[in-house]
């Protein structure tokens, strides 16, 4: 057997352990678990309180706009870490390209800011 397709049989192999690996326990606690079915059981459990209300609740658009935002700069955080440690090996156009990458973050939460959907009310 050649060393290409020796290699090819190492990742198939690696790849059917973590198969197993991940399937095992689901398998392994279908076949343990009881069976038997209540409507005790099938209840809603919220802290070991019963529930009040209905669990659909209205939220604020606002909290998902926060979420949104927190998100895009965490991106933001993620492709400016590597490209920092990076600095020194990449060319001018690497830094042109991220800063027109900071540019259009910061004119997106310019135009969130001047909407006034930061502000808290």
């Known amino acids: 057997m050649t060393s290409y ?6 990742v198939c192999v690696l790849m059917l352990a973590a198969l197993g690996f991940a399937a ?3 398998i392994i606690s279908a076949w343990v678990r009881p069976r038997k079915s209540s409507p005790i059981k099938n209840s809603t459990f919220e802290c070991g309180l019963a529930s009040k209300g ?4 209205q939220f604020k658009v606002q ?9 895009i700069f965490d991106l933001e955080t993620i492709f400016l870490i590597p490209w920092a440690v990076a ?10 390209e991220m800063i027109v990458f900071i540019v259009v ?3 997106g939460l310019a135009w969130a800011w001047g909407k006034g ?3 808290w009310k």
């Open 54 to 57: 209905d669990a659909w609740v």
């Open 5 to 10: 397709a020796y290699s090819y049989l190492f």
């Open 87 to 96: 600095f020194n090996h990449l060319g001018l156009f690497a830094f042109a």
């Open 24 to 26: 095992a326990p689901l």
């Open 63 to 71: 909290y998902y706009i926060y979420a949104l935002i927190f998100v």
């Open 117 to 119: 959907v930061l502000e």
């Open 105 to 107: 973050l910061t004119a």
